[in-house]
């Protein structure tokens, strides 16, 4: 079955700096990416997501890049802000044959530093 | 629109004993999930189902572990017996249909077991 790893586990950047999560998918035929945003004690919530047949996808602070050749995929968030800190989940998913069984990586906590 | 709902919020059990959680669901969401966090992790997909019907539960501890969705709508989740490795965050959700549809996840229930 599909297996999602996550680098770095933790990550702190200044206020302003960029941060890039990135994660690696072991099936092939994974098609849909969502990364997932938790606040410390708070619910999952999607923040963006990244179908196979782009190669980059962005919503104003952030985005995503997907190499489907390589089987890799980031999380970009640029001029990070101090309500960026959370734990970032990224996901595979194969919507042909799994029903949109979503598979998580093991997540990364990010601080921003003010 | 409201969110999904979850119920209890906090549980604390010893080994051996029986707990059950309770989701509804977002109005018109086919697809409902349940979900084992444990601290540190991503989530885990324990069952999924589409409208009453099971659709993936290959994660699913049948041996303590039983999940029902009547009349399509409303979902519990069962542990009995609990184990102490059964401590995380339950935590239930839902989207419009498989397929290429955020997830919204509920605000979960925190369960431990002493």
């Known amino acids: 079955g599909e297996n999602v790893e996550q680098h770095p586990s933790t990550l702190s950047v200044q206020e302003g700096d960029s941060a890039v999560i990135k994660c690696t998918y072991s099936?092939?035929?994974?098609?849909?990416f969502p990364w997932y945003k938790q606040e410390l004690g708070k619910r999952p919530q999607l923040i963006i997501d990244?179908?196979?047949?782009?190669g980059e996808k962005k919503d104003q602070r952030i985005a995503v890049t997907l190499n489907k050749t390589a089987k890799h995929f980031s999380l970009h968030i640029t001029e990070t802000q101090p309500e960026d800190s959370a734990v970032y989940f990224c996901?595979?998913?194969?919507?042909?044959?799994?029903?949109?069984?979503?598979?998580f990586g093991p997540g990364t906590s990010l601080s921003v530093i003010p | 629109e409201a969110g999904v709902a979850q119920s209890p919020r906090y549980k604390i059990i010893e080994k051996r004993q029986s707990v059950a959680f309770w989701c509804n669901p977002i109005?018109?969401?086919?697809?409902l999930y349940w979900y084992q966090q444990i601290l540190g992790q991503g989530p885990k997909l324990l069952i999924q189902?589409?409208?009453?019907?099971?659709?993936?539960d290959s994660q699913l501890p049948k041996d303590r572990f039983s999940a029902e969705r009547l009349k399509g709508v409303d979902s519990t989740l069962k542990i009995q017996p609990a184990k102490l490795e059964d401590s995380a965050v339950y935590l239930c959700?839902?989207?419009?249909?498989?397929?290429?549809?955020?997830?919204?996840f509920g605000p979960g229930t925190r369960l431990t077991v002493t």
């Open positions: 959700a839902s989207s419009f249909r498989r397929g290429y549809y955020e997830q919204y």
């Open positions: 099936d092939s035929a994974s098609n849909y």
């Open positions: 990244i179908r196979s047949n782009v």
């Open positions: 996901a595979a998913s194969n919507e042909k044959t799994s029903y949109d069984k979503v598979i």
């Open positions: 109005s018109g969401h086919a697809t």
């Open positions: 189902f589409q409208n009453n019907g099971v659709v993936d």
